[in-house]
């Protein structure tokens, strides 16, 4: 049975991914499920592991949009077990530091997971 430290919820929701690395990218993607530790994406691109990532996610629904800019890395980049998408790589990255961002583009907090350190902004 697998066993995971964050329960983990199936939910699409905009990814976009601002940087691979050191390479500054414009990518969309979409999620495929997330919890506090991380998320999992699907990508028509391979992603390198290991690497660092920065993405923000859209949570849908708000009006003004509330958008989380997440700082992590790379755990995986396989092509799933499902056939309908074996032209896309399963990606799962980690979140390791997050700040909600307004729509103005200013940070409200930042915090760090685990154990979630707030910084009020």
């Not at 699409?12 to 390479?23: A, C, E, R, S």
């Not at 993607?29 to 690497?51: A, H, N, P, Q």
């Amino acid at each position: 049975m697998e066993q995971r430290r964050a329960q983990r919820y199936r939910l699409q929701l905009p990814l976009h991914i601002v940087q691979l690395g050191d390479q500054k990218v414009d990518r969309i993607e979409k999620t495929r499920d997330i919890s506090s530790g991380g998320v999992c994406f699907l990508s028509s691109d391979e992603v390198e592991v290991g690497g660092r990532i920065e993405y923000l996610i859209t949570l849908s629904g708000a009006n003004p949009p509330v958008r989380i800019r997440c700082l992590g890395k790379v755990l995986r980049s396989t092509h799933p077990t499902v056939p309908a998408n074996a032209s896309e790589f399963e990606v799962a990255v980690t979140m390791e530091r997050y700040q909600f961002v307004r729509a103005d583009g200013h940070k409200t907090a930042e915090f760090t997971s685990p154990g979630l350190s707030v910084q009020a902004r």
